[in-house]
């Protein structure tokens, strides 16, 4: 049968899409059970998928109610799809879309906030789980709250909570009025322990709010893992090529992905175990492993090959130099910084995730992991940096990737093009840079000096300041792909 161009995703064309492509449970035939906040294409290709194929493996009431923060876009066309979207695994091997069908319900918390603290207080919730990105948990260089007028007036409810500590305290304490049982609240970002650092901004959102946590709220922490760039107009006509039907929001992953959940919920979980999720009680080393290299150095390929005018991370990496660079960054200023889990192997690991980044079909680009960086480098970069430094040690290549991260944010890449500066410090930064002259020198003690970045351990170590404005002075006369060239060559 021949099916027509307009033909869109929904529950009546799914006989239309092929067999093996179609969701392995309906999103009308599963009971919810978790609120996840957060609908970006993370989710939709990790979180989302997992659940589902948990649900059909395992059964189980864990539907999604699925908790857009901002954008109603979104939400507005997965409506319009009865809520089903597909993910396209795409490798050398081709690209192959699947419809996921475990988003059960959709809200938009801006314009419905109660809706969404009504659902975290629903007894047939049990889970809350976030994809947020770093800046949404709002945590200080010390792991402190930080909190301004606009949580105040949200915690004390004088105004509707926007931000995500606001709507989780609002909707635990309702869940406590409710006596709405046990809960647990899982941070699915990539932060160092991001259990015990979304408890701690819990303790003191409520404790602003006038509650208290119970124990019947555990914070599990996670490892997340997939590449999943951007979906664009490309990953929509892969989608429709293998469906059949249009999909308008498709989400790319690549083939591999992982999941590494500390195993405390109260009130019960998905058989996440039986679709390759590892449960245990320790995700630190997971994390730490996780974040300190394939993170780092993603933000390293972002950084430098951002200012040599590399738009994806594969081209980026095929800079003559840069894979050998990295590896020697692994291997001299990473692992030691490293108690890996049971088996793991760093250098290893590393050359697996650079394995991962060459997939040149994954089209992911350098800029859109360049955003953020103030949120991100505390976690990949700076606690190498300051591990190393305890131990006596001066970690060069470290270094070389917090430089390229400061000439990023300069704004100008190698070839005189303007580079974007996407970051919720974007305007601190500016001024600071603008604030000293533009030399190796004046940047980085423009830079070090945002205390909402550098610990003073980091800001007033001579050591490290003099091996980053090496690194500035080698980047501003040669350029990225030059200071790459020569140091992969001492390899
Ligand atoms: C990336 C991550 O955008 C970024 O900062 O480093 O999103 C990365 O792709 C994922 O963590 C991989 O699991």
Avoid at 12 to 19: E, H
Avoid at 32 to 39: A, E, F, Q, R, T
Avoid at 225 to 241: E, G, N, S
Avoid at 441 to 449: I, K, S
Wanted: overall charge negative; proline content about 7%.
């Amino acid at each position: 049968m021949a099916v027509s161009m307009s033909t869109g995703l929904c529950l009546g064309s799914l006989r239309q899409v092929p067999a093996a492509a179609r969701p392995a449970v309906r999103p009308d035939a599963v009971a919810p059970g978790i609120v996840h906040l957060g609908l970006g294409a993370f989710h939709r290709a990790h979180q989302a998928l997992y659940t589902e194929e948990a649900i059909a493996a395992a059964g189980g009431d864990w539907g999604i109610i699925g908790v857009a923060p901002r954008s109603r876009e979104i939400l507005q066309q997965l409506v319009a799809q009865d809520r089903l979207y597909s993910i396209v695994t795409i490798s050398a091997e081709g690209a192959f879309p699947r419809v996921v069908g475990s988003l059960r319900e959709l809200r938009h918390a801006a314009s419905d906030p109660l809706g969404v603290i009504a659902q975290i207080a629903n007894p047939a919730v049990r889970i809350v789980t976030l994809t947020v990105t770093e800046k949404a948990y709002r945590l200080d260089p010390g792991g402190r709250l930080q909190v301004d007028d606009a949580l105040l007036a949200e915690l004390a409810g004088t105004v509707q909570p926007a931000s995500i500590p606001g709507l989780l305290a609002r909707g635990l304490i309702a869940r406590q009025r409710a006596e709405a049982g046990p809960i647990a609240v899982v941070s699915c970002d990539n932060l160092q322990a991001n259990g015990e650092r979304l408890r701690g901004v819990m303790e003191q959102a409520m404790a602003i709010a006038g509650g208290t946590l119970g124990t019947d709220v555990t914070f599990p922490s996670t490892m997340v893992d997939r590449i999943v760039p951007a979906t664009t107009d490309q990953t929509r006509r892969l989608a429709r090529d293998g469906l059949g039907v249009a999909d308008l929001v498709p989400v790319a992953g690549e083939p591999f992905r992982q999941w590494v959940i500390e195993d405390r919920f109260p009130g019960g979980r998905p058989a996440w175990d039986q679709v390759g999720a590892v449960l245990t009680d320790d995700v630190a080393p997971w994390e730490a492993l996780k974040l300190r290299i394939l993170n780092a150095v993603h933000s390293a390929i972002a950084y430098l090959g951002a200012l040599a005018g590399q738009r994806t991370v594969a081209e980026a990496l095929m800079l003559p130099g840069m894979r050998a660079v990295l590896a020697r960054f692994i291997a001299q200023d990473v692992t030691a910084t490293l108690a890996p889990p049971e088996g793991q192997c760093p250098i290893a690991y590393g050359e697996a995730a650079l394995d991962r980044f060459t997939n040149p079909t994954i089209g992911h680009t350098t800029i859109q992991i360049a955003m953020d960086g103030s949120q991100k480098l505390p976690y990949r970069l700076l606690g190498t940096i300051a591990d190393q430094r305890r131990a006596g040690r001066s970690p060069r290549l470290a270094a070389l990737v917090l430089a390229a991260w400061m000439r990023f944010v300069r704004g100008i890449a190698d070839d005189g093009t303007p580079l974007p500066l996407n970051d919720p410090l974007a305007e601190r930064i500016r001024q600071a840079v603008a604030s000293g002259p533009d030399t190796p020198e004046g940047l980085a003690d423009a830079l070090f000096g945002l205390r909402e970045i550098f610990h003073e351990e980091l800001a007033d170590d001579p050591v490290l300041r003099a091996v980053v404005v090496e690194w500035l002075a080698a980047l501003d006369r040669h350029g990225a792909a030059a200071t790459v060239r020569g140091e992969g060559d001492m390899s």
